[in-house]
């Protein structure tokens, strides 16, 4: 069936099945005897990341980064692994290629597929998932130079528009790390627990300390990070503050400054026989040069108390 690739070696099976469609999983329902319950949870939307004990096989659900270039933003993709004894299900939509060039990897190479089609399916299972996690640091190296460059650019003239919308981006992007990591901690342990006698996963404790390292390296840059873009947030909203202060001080001494010139000018625009400087040659003059002064007085009274 098409979207519906295997693998066999030494007695052991991995099928991949690249769209995440009513009838693939049907099939794979059929072929394996899977739980009805699981196959339904295999398709859209995604399912929280979990581990599932049955009869025959594990069922396991987890999520993965997938970095959108055009947008700018992260998102995620889930993958459902189904672990028998002697096959491997993988179920995912095909926008990870570490799955596809370990299966393309193992098909064209004997030897790939001598080394990791061994002991149990299990094996297959801890290399896919050591690649996986592997592929996840680019992104997280990207996402720091996206910090670091929104940390250069913070105290230039950039709009503060501009500047918040790539802080609310870069947010946005840490946050959705975090929880699409947050399980993969828990899933491994419980997967220990639940499968490992009978799948006699002791034998690749190797896989399994690096996985536990990958796991918590790659959470702490994601902590690390947020509390970077935190940092830079909160930077920003204080310069946005210091902007919007400067600014209404600005028009604060503009106000105080004309309005006194405003009223002189209203005062003296009235036609009345007290009016001084009515009737008087060159009146106009002397009152725009009062007001001159006035203005001149004010602002030097202003910056010599510093409030401007």
């Known amino acids: 069936m098409k979207n519906i690739y295997e693998l066999e070696h030494q007695g052991l099976l991995w099928v991949n099945v690249t769209k995440q469609g009513e009838k693939e999983l049907q099939e794979i329902q059929r072929r394996f005897g899977l739980d009805k319950l699981d196959v339904m949870e295999s398709m859209p939307p995604f399912q929280r990341p979990k581990i599932v004990k049955r009869a025959n096989y594990c069922f396991v659900v987890l999520h993965f980064p997938?970095?959108?270039?055009?947008?700018?933003?992260?998102?995620?993709?889930?993958?459902?692994?189904?672990?028998?004894?002697?096959?491997?299900?993988?179920?995912?939509?095909?926008?990870?290629?570490?799955?596809?060039?370990?299966?393309?990897?193992?098909?064209?190479?004997?030897?790939?597929?001598?080394?990791?089609?061994?002991?149990?399916?299990?094996?297959?299972?801890?290399?896919?998932?050591?690649?996986?996690?592997?592929?996840?640091?680019?992104?997280?190296?990207?996402?720091?130079?996206?910090?670091?460059?929104?940390?250069?650019?913070?105290?230039?003239?950039?709009?503060?528009?501009?500047?918040?919308?790539?802080?609310?981006?870069?947010?946005?992007?840490?946050?959705?790390?975090?929880?699409?990591?947050?399980?993969?901690?828990?899933?491994?342990?419980?997967?220990?627990?639940?499968?490992?006698?009978?799948?006699?996963?002791?034998?690749?404790?190797?896989?399994?300390?690096?996985?536990?390292?990958?796991?918590?390296?790659?959470?702490?840059?994601?902590?690390?990070?947020?509390?970077?873009?935190?940092?830079?947030?909160?930077?920003?909203?204080?310069?946005?503050t210091l902007r919007t202060t400067n600014i209404m001080r600005i028009l604060t001494v503009i106000s105080v400054i004309t309005f006194p010139l405003t009223l002189l000018a209203t005062i003296f625009g009235i036609h009345t026989p007290a009016n001084p400087f009515l009737n008087l040659i060159g009146g106009f003059w002397i009152i725009v040069s009062l007001m001159l002064i006035m203005a001149v007085a004010m602002y030097w009274i202003f910056k010599k108390r510093d409030w401007v």
Request: aromatic share 10%; proline share 1%; net charge negative.
């Open 66 to 240: 997938v970095f959108d270039r055009e947008t700018r933003r992260l998102g995620y993709t889930e993958i459902d692994f189904f672990l028998g004894q002697n096959f491997l299900v993988t179920v995912h939509d095909n926008k990870l290629l570490p799955i596809d060039h370990l299966f393309a990897e193992c098909r064209k190479n004997m030897a790939s597929r001598g080394e990791f089609f061994s002991i149990s399916a299990a094996h297959i299972l801890f290399e896919l998932l050591t690649r996986l996690l592997d592929s996840i640091f680019p992104i997280l190296l990207h996402v720091n130079d996206d910090i670091n460059l929104v940390d250069r650019k913070l105290f230039t003239k950039i709009s503060g528009r501009e500047m918040a919308e790539e802080i609310l981006r870069l947010k946005t992007n840490v946050v959705t790390f975090r929880r699409t990591m947050q399980g993969h901690k828990t899933v491994l342990e419980r997967l220990i627990m639940y499968c490992g006698r009978e799948y006699n996963l002791n034998v690749f404790q190797n896989y399994l300390n690096s996985l536990r390292e990958f796991t918590n390296e790659i959470w702490h840059m994601v902590e690390s990070q947020r509390e970077s873009i935190d940092a830079l947030h909160e930077a920003n909203e204080s310069l946005l």
